[in-house]
Protein backbone atom coordinates (compact mmCIF):
# COMPACT_ATOMS: atom_id res chain seq x y z
CA UNK A 1 0.00 0.00 0.00
CA UNK A 2 1.14 3.26 -0.66
CA UNK A 3 1.24 5.79 2.38
CA UNK A 4 1.66 9.35 2.91
CA UNK A 5 4.43 10.98 4.30
CA UNK A 6 4.77 14.24 6.60
CA UNK A 7 8.62 15.27 6.75
CA UNK A 8 8.58 18.62 8.85
CA UNK A 9 11.03 20.94 10.26
CA UNK A 10 11.81 24.65 11.52
CA UNK A 11 12.61 27.03 8.72
CA UNK A 12 16.13 26.53 7.22
CA UNK A 13 15.75 22.68 7.75
CA UNK A 14 16.24 21.98 4.30
CA UNK A 15 12.71 20.97 3.47
CA UNK A 16 12.92 22.00 -0.49
CA UNK A 17 16.24 21.15 -0.91
CA UNK A 18 15.53 17.58 0.06
CA UNK A 19 11.93 17.62 -1.82
CA UNK A 20 14.04 18.67 -5.22
CA UNK A 21 16.78 15.95 -4.25
CA UNK A 22 13.90 13.32 -3.86
CA UNK A 23 12.54 14.51 -7.11
CA UNK A 24 15.60 13.67 -8.56
CA UNK A 25 16.50 10.37 -6.79
CA UNK A 26 12.96 9.40 -8.81
CA UNK A 27 13.93 10.47 -11.89
CA UNK A 28 17.28 9.19 -12.27
CA UNK A 29 15.42 6.08 -12.38
CA UNK A 30 13.50 6.57 -15.18
CA UNK A 31 10.04 7.01 -12.84
CA UNK A 32 8.04 10.31 -13.21
CA UNK A 33 7.26 12.44 -10.20
CA UNK A 34 4.38 15.66 -9.98
CA UNK A 35 5.33 18.73 -7.65
CA UNK A 36 2.72 20.60 -6.26
CA UNK A 37 2.54 23.18 -3.62
CA UNK A 38 -0.77 25.68 -2.06
CA UNK A 39 -0.98 28.84 -4.22
CA UNK A 40 -1.00 30.52 -0.92
CA UNK A 41 2.75 30.33 -1.43
CA UNK A 42 3.39 33.43 -3.38
CA UNK A 43 7.20 33.03 -2.79
CA UNK A 44 8.71 32.21 -5.86
CA UNK A 45 5.19 31.72 -7.70
CA UNK A 46 4.66 28.78 -9.39
CA UNK A 47 8.61 27.77 -8.20
CA UNK A 48 9.92 25.76 -5.61
CA UNK A 49 12.68 27.24 -4.64
CA UNK A 50 15.31 25.74 -2.47
CA UNK A 51 17.71 28.52 0.28
CA UNK A 52 21.09 26.65 -1.64
CA UNK A 53 19.73 28.92 -5.18
CA UNK A 54 18.05 25.44 -6.86
CA UNK A 55 14.81 26.16 -8.67
CA UNK A 56 12.00 23.84 -10.20
CA UNK A 57 8.36 25.06 -11.48
CA UNK A 58 6.03 22.81 -9.99
CA UNK A 59 3.40 21.02 -11.91
CA UNK A 60 0.33 22.41 -10.56
CA UNK A 61 -0.53 24.79 -7.41
CA UNK A 62 -3.51 23.97 -5.05
CA UNK A 63 -6.18 26.65 -4.35
CA UNK A 64 -7.36 26.95 -0.93
CA UNK A 65 -11.28 26.10 -2.14
CA UNK A 66 -9.98 22.95 -4.53
CA UNK A 67 -10.14 19.27 -4.23
CA UNK A 68 -6.71 18.56 -4.21
CA UNK A 69 -7.58 14.82 -5.28
CA UNK A 70 -9.36 16.14 -8.41
CA UNK A 71 -6.62 18.72 -9.55
CA UNK A 72 -3.75 15.82 -9.16
CA UNK A 73 -5.70 13.45 -11.26
CA UNK A 74 -6.23 15.49 -13.81
CA UNK A 75 -2.07 16.31 -14.20
CA UNK A 76 -1.72 12.75 -13.51
CA UNK A 77 -4.16 11.79 -16.62
CA UNK A 78 -2.16 14.64 -18.37
CA UNK A 79 1.22 12.67 -17.56
CA UNK A 80 -0.25 9.40 -18.70
CA UNK A 81 -1.61 10.52 -21.75
CA UNK A 82 1.73 12.66 -22.55
CA UNK A 83 3.42 9.04 -22.69
CA UNK A 84 1.22 7.32 -24.24
CA UNK A 85 1.88 9.51 -27.15
CA UNK A 86 5.57 8.77 -27.05
CA UNK A 87 4.62 5.73 -28.02
CA UNK A 88 6.77 4.32 -25.12
CA UNK A 89 7.42 0.52 -25.10
CA UNK A 90 6.02 -0.76 -21.99
CA UNK A 91 3.00 1.58 -22.26
CA UNK A 92 2.03 4.60 -20.57
CA UNK A 93 3.58 5.55 -17.41
CA UNK A 94 2.06 6.75 -14.06
CA UNK A 95 3.19 9.31 -11.24
CA UNK A 96 5.73 7.16 -9.08
CA UNK A 97 5.14 10.13 -5.69
CA UNK A 98 3.53 12.92 -5.56
CA UNK A 99 5.70 15.49 -3.83
CA UNK A 100 3.82 18.57 -1.71
CA UNK A 101 6.28 21.56 -0.78
CA UNK A 102 5.25 23.94 1.55
CA UNK A 103 2.08 21.51 3.05
CA UNK A 104 1.67 23.49 6.62
CA UNK A 105 -0.96 26.00 4.28
CA UNK A 106 -2.91 22.96 2.95
CA UNK A 107 -6.73 22.82 4.46
CA UNK A 108 -7.32 19.85 6.61
CA UNK A 109 -9.80 18.52 3.91
CA UNK A 110 -6.83 18.54 1.06
CA UNK A 111 -4.43 16.83 3.78
CA UNK A 112 -7.46 14.02 3.68
CA UNK A 113 -7.47 14.29 -0.22
CA UNK A 114 -3.16 13.57 0.22
CA UNK A 115 -4.19 10.39 2.24
CA UNK A 116 -6.95 9.08 -0.28
CA UNK A 117 -4.19 9.78 -3.14
CA UNK A 118 -2.15 7.47 -1.17
CA UNK A 119 -4.51 4.75 0.28
CA UNK A 120 -7.09 4.42 -2.62
CA UNK A 121 -5.36 5.75 -5.80
CA UNK A 122 -1.74 3.85 -4.74
CA UNK A 123 0.18 6.89 -4.90
CA UNK A 124 2.76 7.67 -2.53
CA UNK A 125 2.78 11.19 -1.62
CA UNK A 126 5.62 13.45 0.19
CA UNK A 127 4.14 15.64 2.28
CA UNK A 128 6.86 18.79 3.30
CA UNK A 129 6.28 21.39 5.65
CA UNK A 130 6.67 22.93 9.15
CA UNK A 131 4.57 22.31 12.18
CA UNK A 132 3.86 25.59 14.13
CA UNK A 133 3.98 29.39 12.67
CA UNK A 134 5.34 32.15 14.39
CA UNK A 135 3.52 32.12 17.87
CA UNK A 136 4.38 28.44 18.09
CA UNK A 137 0.15 27.08 17.20
CA UNK A 138 -0.21 24.09 14.81
CA UNK A 139 -1.16 25.39 11.23
CA UNK A 140 -4.42 23.19 10.32
CA UNK A 141 -3.04 21.33 7.40
CA UNK A 142 0.52 20.24 9.54
CA UNK A 143 -1.90 19.23 12.74
CA UNK A 144 -3.99 17.12 9.97
CA UNK A 145 -0.92 15.69 8.72
CA UNK A 146 0.72 14.80 12.28
CA UNK A 147 -2.98 12.96 12.81
CA UNK A 148 -3.00 10.80 9.61
CA UNK A 149 0.25 10.64 8.05
CA UNK A 150 1.38 7.10 8.12
CA UNK A 151 5.10 8.24 8.13
CA UNK A 152 6.15 11.22 10.39
CA UNK A 153 10.52 12.37 10.00
CA UNK A 154 11.92 15.36 11.37
CA UNK A 155 14.02 17.62 9.36
CA UNK A 156 16.72 18.67 11.81
CA UNK A 157 18.15 22.40 12.17
CA UNK A 158 20.18 24.21 14.32
CA UNK A 159 19.16 27.65 16.57
CA UNK A 160 22.03 30.77 16.45
CA UNK A 161 23.14 29.27 19.57
CA UNK A 162 23.67 26.07 18.06
CA UNK A 163 20.56 23.99 19.99
CA UNK A 164 18.47 22.11 17.98
CA UNK A 165 15.77 24.92 16.54
CA UNK A 166 12.15 23.77 16.91
CA UNK A 167 9.98 27.08 16.72
CA UNK A 168 10.13 29.89 13.53
CA UNK A 169 10.14 33.55 14.92
CA UNK A 170 9.01 35.97 12.69
CA UNK A 171 11.53 39.06 11.92
CA UNK A 172 9.69 42.29 10.46
CA UNK A 173 12.28 45.25 10.01
CA UNK A 174 14.87 43.60 11.94
CA UNK A 175 13.17 42.84 14.86
CA UNK A 176 11.19 39.70 16.20
CA UNK A 177 7.26 39.77 16.14
CA UNK A 178 4.66 38.33 18.73
CA UNK A 179 1.21 39.44 16.93
CA UNK A 180 -0.17 39.38 13.39
CA UNK A 181 -2.04 37.14 11.13
CA UNK A 182 -0.59 33.67 11.11
CA UNK A 183 0.04 33.86 7.15
CA UNK A 184 2.88 36.09 6.37
CA UNK A 185 4.72 34.64 3.48
CA UNK A 186 8.64 35.16 4.24
CA UNK A 187 10.08 37.93 1.68
CA UNK A 188 13.75 37.34 2.52
CA UNK A 189 14.65 36.01 -0.69
CA UNK A 190 13.29 39.36 -2.41
CA UNK A 191 16.25 41.57 -2.13
CA UNK A 192 14.04 43.96 -1.19
CA UNK A 193 15.57 46.70 0.71
CA UNK A 194 12.22 47.66 2.84
CA UNK A 195 12.18 48.25 6.13
CA UNK A 196 9.11 46.24 6.98
CA UNK A 197 10.38 43.52 4.70
CA UNK A 198 9.12 39.79 7.02
CA UNK A 199 11.57 36.91 7.05
CA UNK A 200 11.99 34.39 9.65
CA UNK A 201 14.42 32.88 12.17
CA UNK A 202 14.71 29.28 13.44
CA UNK A 203 14.99 29.43 17.38
CA UNK A 204 15.29 26.79 20.14
CA UNK A 205 13.31 26.62 22.83
CA UNK A 206 16.05 29.23 25.66
CA UNK A 207 16.46 31.55 22.27
CA UNK A 208 12.14 31.62 21.57
CA UNK A 209 11.71 32.69 25.57
CA UNK A 210 14.40 35.12 25.46
CA UNK A 211 12.54 36.76 22.69
CA UNK A 212 9.43 36.84 23.28
CA UNK A 213 9.70 37.52 26.94
CA UNK A 214 8.91 34.32 27.89
CA UNK A 215 5.67 33.87 25.80
CA UNK A 216 4.74 30.96 24.15
CA UNK A 217 1.73 31.51 21.64
Request: aromatic residues 8%; proline residues 4%.
Amino acid sequence: MAKLYFRYGAMNSGKSTALLQAAYNYEERGQHVLLAKPAIDTKGAGEIESRLGVTRPVDFLIAPEEDARAVFAEHRARMQQASDDELLPEGPSDVACLLIDEAQFLTPTQVDDLFRIAVEDGIPVIAYGIRNDFLTHAFPGSARLLAIAHSLEELKTICRCGRKAVFNGRVVGGRFVFDGDQVAIDEGATGSASPEVTTYESLCGTCYLEESGGRLG
